[in-house]
């Protein structure tokens, strides 16, 4: 079975921009989460998405959105990007309901400049 | 929220050597998981494990929910386990399904021929 997979897997975008990324879950699974990891904040969830609803969201300001759509995929977005944007994002996936164990995407390096 | 805290925060250790890392956590939780955060990022599961004991292979980790506490054995290690281990964890949100994992802020781990 294949893993969760996370397109594009690195990315330079400069202070203004939007960028959008992609989480395809593992096959059956149904919920996607997404984290940020930076070397001071360390690895923070910023939300997570069930049958194309957030069920949860982090402390991030709105500048942060996703979407699910009918298929599972899973896609984030970040406007107005800042220099402290700069991270990995990482998607989860996981069977419906909880708690289940959740399986990480090899992430998207999100550079700033 | 819930604080995970790990220990010790760095480790070097000789090819061969046995190593314990823990984590404390500061409330119930209904699911636990360690990783391992490979060299290019992407975190490994390790095990699930809300409670009791569980070995694959030279790794084994135990669960003590009633203490909040887990470890991670490592035995005759290898230079390939080094990086970064990562415990997270998981508490009920309401009486909903919705999930989201915590994080410690990690073990990293040098092994040294």
């Known amino acids: 079975k294949a893993g969760v997979t996370q397109t594009p897997r690195y990315l330079i975008k400069t202070r203004g921009q939007q960028v959008t990324l992609s989480c395809s879950p593992i096959s059956g699974h149904r919920s996607v989460s997404w984290y940020q990891q930076t070397p001071g904040q360390g690895l923070q969830f910023l939300f997570e998405?069930?049958?194309?609803?957030?069920?949860n969201k982090g402390n991030f300001p709105g500048r942060f959105s996703g979407r699910q759509f009918s298929n599972s995929r899973s896609e984030m977005n970040v406007s107005t990007l800042e220099l402290g944007d700069s991270a990995l994002y990482l998607c989860?996936?996981?069977?419906?309901?909880?708690?289940?164990?959740?399986?990480f995407g090899p992430g998207t390096r999100l550079t700033v400049t | 929220g819930i604080q995970v805290e790990q220990s010790p925060p760095d480790l070097i250790l000789q090819e061969g050597a046995n190593s314990t890392l823990r984590c404390n956590f500061s409330?119930?939780?209904?699911?636990l998981q360690w990783f391992h955060q490979n060299p290019w990022g992407q975190l490994i599961n390790l095990f699930y494990?809300?409670?009791g004991t569980k070995q694959n292979g030279r790794l084994s980790a135990t669960t003590v929910a009633t203490e909040r506490y887990s470890l991670l054995y490592i035995s005759s290690s290898q230079t390939t386990d080094s990086g970064v281990y990562f415990c997270?964890?998981?508490?009920?949100?309401?009486?909903?399904?919705?999930?989201?994992?915590?994080f410690g802020t990690g073990t990293r781990l040098q092994v040294t021929l």
């Open positions: 997270a964890v998981e508490r009920p949100i309401g009486t909903g399904t919705a999930s989201k994992l915590t």
């Open positions: 998405y069930f049958s194309e609803t957030q069920r």
């Open positions: 494990i809300p409670s």
């Open positions: 989860a996936s996981s069977l419906a309901g909880r708690p289940y164990e959740q399986y």
């Open positions: 409330d119930s939780v209904n699911n």
